[in-house]
C-alpha cells in the first residue's frame, strides 16, 4: 500500500489533472490512496465566500460565481461530451453548497468556516475521480468524512486516532486505487472539520499510519525538501535525506514544504516520506525516514511571515515570575495564538506568534491591564537551523533586529 497526497499547486488547472495522471501511470497506481486538496488556490476563494457571508452578504453570490467559473473551465478543458455526469455532479454540489449558506442559523464563524471549505476538496476529488475513469484509471471515490473522525474544534480538530482507525481497518479496499479528499474530518455529529490550512499533507500522513503503508509520498512543485524556501530565498539546494528529527524540526519552525502534523504518526511506524516533483516524477527528491540527520549537512533557512511581536515587562519593575509566565501562557492559549519564539529576561518577557483567529486586540486588552505592552505587528520570524557566522550574516544584512535566540543547532531573528 502506497499513500500518494497531490497539493492543490499540483491540480491548479486542467493540465494540472492530465500530468496527476500520468505521474500514476509512469510510477504506478496499484494499492494506492490518492489524497487531493482543492485545486490551485480555491481554498482562498472560498475562504473569502465565508467572509463575505458573514461580513458583506452583496458580495456573497459573485464570489461564489467565481468559484463556480473556475472549476467550470476546467471541466470544459478535461471532458469532451457537456453530457458526462461529472457537469451534473459538480452542479449539485454547488447547488449543497448554496442550500447550506441559506439554511444555516449559526452564527460561529469557525463552525461554518468548516462546512463552507470543504467543497474545496470534495469539488477537486470528484472531478480528478471522473477524469481517471475517463481515461481508463478506474478508481474509487471515498468521502474522507466517513473515515478520519475528529472532536469539534473546528478549524484545528483533533484526530480521533481510535475511530479513524477502527473505520479504516473496517471500510477501506487496499487492493484498489482510492482517490479521496485532504484537509477534511468529521465529528461525532457528522459535521465537516478541518485538520488546519495545508492539512493535507496530515492526512496523508493519517491513513498512511492506519493502513501501515510503505510510504507515503507528497507530490510538489519543487525537487523535494530544500534548504530555503525558494520563494523567498536564492540558490536554495535539495535535501536528499534527512531524519524525522530534522524534518519535524523544518516543518515546526515553518518551512512549509510539509505540514508539521505530517511527521509524528509516520515516524511512529517507521514509514518513509518521500517528497518529489510532480514535474519530475521519476526523480529521486527527499526521502525522510530514521536515522541518517541530514544530508548534505548545510544551513536550512526558514521564514514566517505575518507574526506579532509582543513584549511585556512589569508596571513597576518587579520581576517577571512563574505566575505572571503562566497567566501570559493562559492568555495565548486561551485567544488560540500559535506561538513560535518566547524569550524571558528579568523583567521583560517576548513571545512572537501568529494571530490565526484574530484576536489580537482582545489579547492585547487583558495584557495591558497588568504589563506594559509594546506590540509589533506584521514581522518576520527567520529560522536558521545548522547555522554558521555566514548564514547568520546573510539573514540579518539590511534588517531591523527585534529579538535574537541563539541554542546549539538554532537561531531564531525576528526583524521588522
Ligand atoms: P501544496 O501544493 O502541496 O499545497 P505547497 O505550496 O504548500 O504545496 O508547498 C510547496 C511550496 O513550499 C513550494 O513551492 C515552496 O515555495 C514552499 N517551501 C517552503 N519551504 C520549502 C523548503 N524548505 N523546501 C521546498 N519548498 C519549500
Ligand atoms: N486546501 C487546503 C488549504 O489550502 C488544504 C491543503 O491544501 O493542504 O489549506
Ligand atoms: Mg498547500
Not at 491548479?12 to 494499492?31: F, I, T
Not at 495565548?332 to 523583567?347: E, G
Not at 506594559?372 to 529560522?383: N, P, Q, R
Request: charged letters at 20%; aromatic letters at 12%.
Amino acid at each position: 500500500m502506497q499513500v500518494f497526497k497531490f497539493g492543490g499547486a499540483s491540480v491548479k488547472n486542467a493540465e494540472g489533472v492530465k500530468n496527476l495522471a500520468s505521474v500514476l501511470k509512469q510510477v504506478g497506481y496499484n494499492n494506492t490512496l490518492v489524497v487531493v486538496s482543492a485545486m490551485g488556490k480555491t481554498t482562498n476563494s472560498l475562504e473569502l465566500v465565508i467572509k463575505n457571508y458573514f461580513d458583506d452578504k452583496a458580495k456573497l453570490a459573485n464570489s461564489i460565481l467565481e468559484v463556480k467559473a473556475f472549476h467550470e473551465s476546467i471541466l470544459i478543458d478535461l471532458f469532451e461530451h457537456i453530457h458526462h455526469p461529472i457537469f451534473k455532479t459538480i452542479t449539485t454540489i454547488f447547488g449543497d453548497l448554496d442550500s447550506f449558506l441559506r439554511r444555516n442559523k449559526s452564527p460561529d464563524y469557525n463552525f461554518v468556516y468548516d462546512q463552507v471549505i470543504g467543497f474545496g476538496e470534495l469539488i477537486s476529488t470528484k472531478i480528478i475521480s471522473a477524469y481517471l475513469d475517463q481515461i481508463g484509471l478506474k478508481n474509487d471515490w471515498l468521502d474522507v468524512r466517513e473515515f478520519i473522525k475528529t472532536d469539534n474544534y473546528y478549524r484545528r480538530a483533533n484526530v480521533d486516532w481510535e475511530q479513524t482507525q477502527h473505520q479504516i481497518k473496517a471500510n477501506f479496499d487496499t487492493k484498489i486505487l482510492n482517490i479521496t479528499q485532504g484537509f477534511l474530518g468529521s465529528d461525532a455529529n457528522n459535521f465537516t472539520t478541518t485538520l488546519g490550512r495545508e492539512g493535507s499533507d496530515y492526512t496523508a500522513a493519517i491513513f498512511g499510519y492506519c493502513l501501515n503503508a510503505e510510504s507515503v509520498t507528497i507530490w510538489k512543485d519543487v525537487p523535494g525538501v530544500l534548504n530555503a524556501d525558494p520563494r523567498y530565498f536564492e540558490n536554495a539546494q535539495l535535501l536528499n535525506r534527512i531524519s524525522y528529527t530534522e524534518a519535524i524540526e523544518l516543518a515546526f519552525y515553518g518551512a512549509s514544504v510539509i505540514h508539521p502534523k505530517t511527521l509524528q504518526p509516520l515516524q511512529q511506524k517507521e514509514i518513509p516520506l518521500f517528497v518529489k516533483s510532480f514535474l519530475n516524477p521519476t526523480n529521486l527528491g527527499t526521502r525522510v525516514g530514521k536515522g541518517f540527520g541530514i544530508e548534505p549537512n548545510i544551513p536550512c533557512y526558514i521564514v514566517k511571515k505575518n507574526q506579532v511581536l509582543v513584549s511585556l515587562s512589569s508596571l513597576d519593575f518587579s520581576y517577571i515570575l512563574e505566575e505572571n509566565i503562566s497567566e501570559i501562557f493562559k492568555l495565548l492559549h486561551l485567544y488560540k495564538m500559535k506561538v513560535d519564539v518566547i524569550q524571558n529576561s528579568a523583567i521583560s518577557f517576548s513571545v512572537c506568534f501568529e494571530n490565526t483567529y484574530g484576536n489580537l486586540e482582545r489579547l492585547l486588552q487583558h495584557l495591558k491591564a497588568k504589563f506594559k505592552v509594546t506590540v509589533y505587528e506584521d514581522v518576520s520570524l527567520y529560522t536558521v537551523r545548522h547555522y554558521n557566522d555566514q548564514a547568520i550574516a546573510s539573514v540579518e544584512k539590511g534588517k531591523k533586529l527585534l529579538l535574537k535566540q541563539l541554542t546549539q543547532e538554532t537561531i531564531q531573528i525576528v526583524t521588522t
